[in-house]
């Protein structure tokens, strides 16, 4: 485990830029997400997909560390460094705070989705995560079962993913 909370965030937001992206491009060319050449709608399938898989980086590291003070402090730090490299990218406040709170959002509903249910729920927490990214996606009604199955698959193995960096980081 890497001991360092900060270190641990850091080298999740480095496991991240390198993940999130190929992730996406496997879902992009599988042709389930909604299409057209609307730019608008491809920005926010992105920033929704950026998103969940950010939220599969914080329930890796919970996983592997358990919800304490130190993976508080190593949250802070995912966080920190994925929000700077997002602000380097593309400098612009506004987007930055509407990034902050569909992130905020989103959390608050993926972690609603991830407690509800007990036992019997966990055998269905990655169906149930994928059809809610899924909406978000599509906005358009109910999305496909193969969209919400692909992106609740990706969810899960970044999720194991981002813990295993964090368990075997050291």
Do not use: K
Not at 14 to 40: H, I, K, M, N, S
Not at 73 to 88: F, K, P, Y
């Amino acid at each position: 485990m890497i001991r360092d909370p900060s270190r641990r965030g850091q080298a999740l937001a480095e496991f991240y830029f390198t993940v999130e992206p190929r992730l996406y491009a496997d879902l992009d060319e599988a042709g389930l997400l909604p299409g057209g050449d609307d730019r608008a709608r491809a920005e926010r399938v992105r920033g929704e997909w950026a998103c969940f898989a950010l939220y599969a980086c914080v329930r890796g590291l919970i996983a592997a560390g358990g919800f304490n003070r130190e993976t508080a402090a190593a949250i802070d730090t995912l966080h920190e460094s994925v929000g700077a490299a997002w602000r380097d990218a593309r400098p612009d406040p506004g987007a930055d705070e509407a990034r902050r709170n569909r992130i905020a959002e989103r959390y608050a509903e993926y972690g609603t989705i991830g407690q509800a249910g007990g036992a019997s729920g966990a055998a269905t927490v990655t169906r149930r995560l994928g059809e809610a990214a899924a909406r978000h996606m599509t906005e358009e009604g109910a999305p496909t079962a193969e969209l919400a199955e692909m992106v609740g698959a990706l969810h899960e193995s970044l999720a194991e993913g981002s813990a295993e960096t964090v368990r075997l980081g050291e």
